[in-house]
T-cell receptor, first 114, second 112 residues
Framework: DGGITQSPKYLFRKEGQNVTLSCEQN?????MYWYRQDPGQGLRLIYY???????QKGDIAEGYSVSREKKESFPLTVTSAQKNPTAFYLC?????????????FGSGTQLSVL | QQQVKQSPQSLIVQKGGISIINCAYE??????FPWYQQFPGKGPALLIA?????SEKKEGRFTISFNKSAKQFSLHIMDSQPGDSATYFC???????????FGTGTRLQVFP
């Protein structure tokens, strides 16, 4: 089955620690995205990538980093500079580079601070 | 600055009733208005979308009504079912940046 796989489902971060969230897709989509979801708030864009080896900052990129070395993979690192990392993180992909139409989302990773 | 305002925050509807969720936007540079449905512990999934050149779009029990002059659009769920219980997000895409701006979500509960 084609889709987006996010792992782990739950992740705990200690003070001062960097953690990496995995996102893999087998939909052959060019564009991939990372969103952050907080209770009672809409989804906020962290980073997005329209093509391999290229990515752009979203609206809340501070404290996060990404890479796009392969078309199917777009990992997100939450660095120690992100002071409020507890949130539900969603990875998405789409067939339209730059179009943000018809986003396909993974099942998310819940990150919590110990 | 929140550019897409969604209401209500939560909604309780009896089975068979009509669920209505409203969204309003301020920026006229939006060109695409999708609705996403999210079940607990899952990622959102595209439900239905509309472009500003039409006033209504219907897909099964789901209808988007769009009022360009009022800068408002709404989702209507006819004959609501317990399986429709989920959080619904409206969104608007900015035609210059192509980015989606999401509303804050509406938690819908449909009781038998």
């Amino acid at each position: 089955d084609g889709g987006i796989t996010q792992s782990p489902k739950y992740l705990f971060r200690k003070e001062g620690q960097n953690v990496t969230l995995s996102c893999e897709q087998n939909l052959n989509h060019d564009a991939m995205y990372w969103y952050r979801q907080d209770p009672g708030q809409g989804l906020r864009l962290i980073y997005y990538s329209q093509i391999v080896n290229d990515f752009q900052k979203g609206d809340i990129a501070e404290g996060y980093s990404v890479s796009r070395e392969k078309k199917e993979s777009f990992p997100l690192t939450v660095t120690s500079a992100q002071k409020n990392p507890t949130a539900f993180y969603l990875c998405a992909s789409s067939t339209t580079p730059g179009g943000f139409e018809k986003l396909f989302f993974g099942s998310g990773t819940q990150l919590s601070v110990l | 600055q929140q550019q897409v305002k969604q209401s209500p925050q939560s909604l309780i509807v009896q089975k068979g009733g009509i669920s209505i969720i409203n969204c309003a936007y301020e920026n006229t540079a939006f060109d695409y208005f999708p609705w996403y449905q999210q079940f607990p512990g899952k990622g959102p999934a595209l439900l239905i979308a509309i472009r500003p050149d039409v006033s209504e779009k219907k897909e099964g029990r789901f209808t988007i009504s769009f009022n360009k002059s009022a800068k408002q659009f709404s989702l209507h769920i006819m004959d609501s079912q317990p399986g429709d219980s989920a959080t619904y997000f409206c969104a608007a895409r900015h035609y210059n940046t192509d980015k989606l701006i999401f509303g804050t979500g509406t938690r819908l509960q449909v009781f038998p």
